[in-house]
């Protein structure tokens, strides 16, 4: 039902920013439960970088506070982070992910297949 692609990664230095994209099939803005990014670093666990809430509100990893920003443009199905003050521990694939529920109560996980970014020193 729901496809998500990622784009925008890259090399970039630190202290550089990049925005990575999530187009998404359909609209992202129906019976959306979250939508974010994770990142994955290399023998790491998967993490949560931004979400949007179930509320609407936004929450952001310690680790990104300040330097992230999440956004979306529903009418182009478009979600976005803005990375700025990049780091080298900022190196991950990262991943788009929305969670939307049915009609049945149930949650729908969607997922990228990823964009990498390499921060240099």
């Known amino acids: 039902q729901v496809q998500l692609v990622e784009s925008g990664g890259g090399l970039v230095q630190a202290g550089g920013s990049l925005r990575l994209s999530c187009a998404a099939s359909?609209?992202?803005?129906?019976?959306?439960?979250?939508m974010g990014w994770y990142r994955q670093a290399p023998e790491k666990q998967r993490e949560l970088v931004a979400v949007?809430?179930?509320?609407?509100?936004?929450n952001y990893a310690d680790s990104v506070k300040g330097r992230f920003t999440i956004f979306r443009d529903n009418a182009k199905n478009m979600m976005y982070l803005q990375m700025d003050m990049l780091k080298p521990e900022d190196t991950a694939v990262y991943y788009c992910?929305?969670?939307?529920?049915?009609?049945?109560?149930?949650?729908?996980?969607?997922w990228g297949k990823g964009t990498l970014v390499t921060v240099s020193s």
């Open positions: 992910n929305v969670v939307r529920r049915s009609y049945s109560g149930s949650l729908e996980y969607y």
């Open positions: 359909g609209s992202i803005s129906i019976r959306i439960n979250t």
């Open positions: 949007f809430t179930s509320g609407g509100t936004t």
